[in-house]
T-cell receptor, first 115, second 113 residues
Framework: DADVTQTPRNRITKTGKRIMLECSQT?????MYWYRQDPGLGLQLIYY???????NKGEISDGYSVSRQAQAKFSLSLESAIPNQTALYFC??????????????FGEGSRLTVL | KNQVEQSPQSLIILEGKNCTLQ??????????LRWYKQDTGRGPVSLTI???SENTKSNGRYTATLDADTKQSSLHITASQLSDSASYIC????????????WGAGTKLIIKP
């Protein structure tokens, strides 16, 4: 089984719908992240969490929200999806590494299409 | 502005040949530089992480170099295999407190038999 599991792997939805992407991990890492990947661009950080009570905005948090339900679970929500949120979304984890981001371990990705 | 630029954008080589991918960055302050391999439709997988003091780091047939003075890094792949077909992404960690990673757009490598 994968150490970082994302569900769903693929989702097609319509503009205005609420969407939740879920991530669970068995690596025992404290830190979890949500990234977005668009063709031809580098990954962009949406939100990150260093423990259950810690949530931080990344570079592109507008239009997204997150919930850290447990150490092993971190979900990403799109309250009202719009077409330019069509992208590949990745969840990642890392060990605590002081003031820096440690080695990242990624899930398999969730491909979201908003019509 | 912090930036990471990779070249070439794409590359096609024959199986068994060597290749070198380039990464130039303008990130300050610098903390470390990473190379990731991303198979199509999969999540990135870490190949190497290099700090300021490391010039070369190897992981099997992959060898990364870092020149912190010129702010350049390269990833050399030796004796390429079909399974090396993937995107290779250079990532630089800014040495400040906001845990920022600056991602390059990647080089798409295709290995042909």
């Amino acid at each position: 089984d994968a150490d970082v599991t994302q569900t769903p792997r693929n989702r097609i939805t319509k503009t205005g719908k609420r969407i939740m992407l879920e991530c669970s991990q068995t690596k025992g890492h404290d830190r979890m992240y949500w990234y977005r990947q668009d063709p031809g661009l580098g990954l962009q950080l949406i939100y990150y969490s260093f423990d259950v009570k810690d949530i931080n905005k990344g570079e592109i948090s507008d239009g997204y929200s997150v919930s850290r339900q447990a150490q092993a679970k971190f979900s990403l929500s799109l309250e009202s999806a719009i077409p330019n949120q069509t992208a590949l979304y990745f969840c990642a984890t890392s060990r605590a590494s002081g003031s820096n981001t440690g080695e990242l371990f990624f899930g398999e990705g969730s491909r979201l299409t908003v019509l | 502005k912090n930036q990471v630029e990779q070249s070439p954008q794409s590359l096609i080589i024959l199986e068994g040949k060597n290749c070198t991918l380039q990464c130039n960055y303008t990130v300050s302050p610098f903390s470390n530089l990473r190379w990731y391999k991303q198979d199509t439709g999969r999540g990135p997988v870490s190949l190497t992480i290099m700090t300021f003091s490391e010039n070369t780091k190897s992981n099997g047939r992959y060898t990364a170099t870092l020149d912190a003075d010129t702010k350049q890094s390269s990833l050399h792949i030796t004796a390429s295999q079909l399974s090396d077909s993937a995107s290779y992404i250079c990532v630089v960690s800014a040495g400040d407190s906001n845990y920022q990673l600056i991602w390059g757009a990647g080089t798409k490598l295709i290995i042909k038999p």
